[in-house]
């Protein structure tokens, strides 16, 4: 509505593998030897390819050749790590024999691990395994959005404070959430969260462009790393979407009411109205700041100020040091 600026196995996975190669032979021998141990794979030919297939349907790993026509390995991870779709996802790449240079390369641009041609099919899924044990481990606190988990989130914040970069960090979480919960129980409650981060990453992604960051802090707590001046309007779009959002969660009776009834914490029986999301921001316009928890502090601040306006609100520090 409105602002105020004041984390090798022969069973079946579910995890799913997107190859990119442009070798039919090794593409082959990845489809073969990752298929055998009971993932789900995928194989294209070139790294566009592979962009345009994990934007469609995110993969928890892509292993990728480093030299392939239309964009290689390397690119591929920068645009992989630069869109908030992808930000997560696990990347190997596959480096020529010897060519160190393609491997600092590929692990600056933000790659896992890296493995080099002609290599072991015993090492390969050894080290698939263990980039999978360390994404699971990394967003333990997030299944069920598959957003960057906690861990994540301080590397990133920490990241930019370090490379003296200028940002911003929108933190957010949604109002009258266990109330919703009580109600409606916990699987709908998990509903919620997950149309939550898909509405928080689709205008992350829309609205704050390439580089953009979106994670999960744990719970109804989300978090968004962007440029100070899209700030503003993310905030003001993931408001505007949530308002409109909110009524569908709800049954037709209830929504038709404009509220629900359930117990409070004294165990009274009270009306609470939908659930909102409101959004604290803090920059580094205004404010120098050391560690990512000072940060995370401002932004937090401004939230529960925000809280105070009915309905979804956000907030941004202005204020200086």
């Not at 141990?37 to 990728?64: F, K, M, N």
């Not at 266990?178 to 509903?191: L, Q, S, T």
């Not at 898909?198 to 994670?215: H, M, P, S």
Request: contains cysteine.
């Amino acid at each position: 509505m409105r602002g105020d600026e004041s984390s090798l196995s022969a069973k079946a996975t579910s995890e799913r593998i997107l190859v990119a190669d442009d070798s039919p032979t090794y593409a082959r021998l990845l489809e073969v030897t990752l298929r055998s141990a009971g993932y789900e794979i995928d194989v294209v030919g070139d790294g566009g390819a592979a962009l345009d297939s994990a934007r469609e349907r995110c993969p928890d790993l892509v292993v990728a050749d480093v030299t392939m026509p239309t964009m290689g390995g390397v690119e591929l991870t920068h645009l992989l790590r630069e869109d908030p779709r992808t930000s997560g996802v696990s990347i190997i790449l596959i480096t020529a024999g010897g060519v160190s240079a393609d491997k600092l390369e590929g692990l600056s641009a933000g790659a896992d691990d890296y493995i080099v041609k002609p290599f072991d099919t015993a090492e390969l899924l050894a080290r698939v395994r263990g980039v999978l044990r360390r994404a699971n481990e990394l967003r333990a606190q997030s299944p069920l959005t598959r957003l960057p988990g906690n861990i994540r989130i301080q590397e990133e914040i920490q990241r930019r404070i370090a490379a003296r970069e200028e940002f911003a960090l929108l933190y957010a979480d949604l109002d009258y959430f266990k109330a919703y919960n009580d109600h409606y129980g916990f699987a709908r409650g998990d509903e919620i969260l997950q149309r939550s981060a898909e509405l928080i990453r689709d205008v992350a992604t829309t609205t704050g462009g390439q580089g953009t960051f979106v994670g999960h802090v744990g719970g109804d707590d989300f978090v968004v790393i962007t440029t100070i001046d899209r700030a503003t309007s993310i905030g003001e779009a993931l408001v505007d979407q949530f308002e409109a959002l909110a009524p569908t969660l709800y049954d037709s009776e209830d929504a038709a009411r404009g509220y629900i009834e359930t117990e409070n914490r004294l165990g009274e029986v009270q009306p609470f109205p939908f659930v909102s999301i409101s959004v604290g921001i803090a920059t580094t316009g205004n404010r120098a700041y050391g560690h990512y928890a000072e940060v995370v502090a401002i932004a937090t601040e401004m939230k529960s100020f925000a809280k105070r306006t009915p309905g979804s609100s956000w907030a941004v520090d202005r204020r200086t040091n």
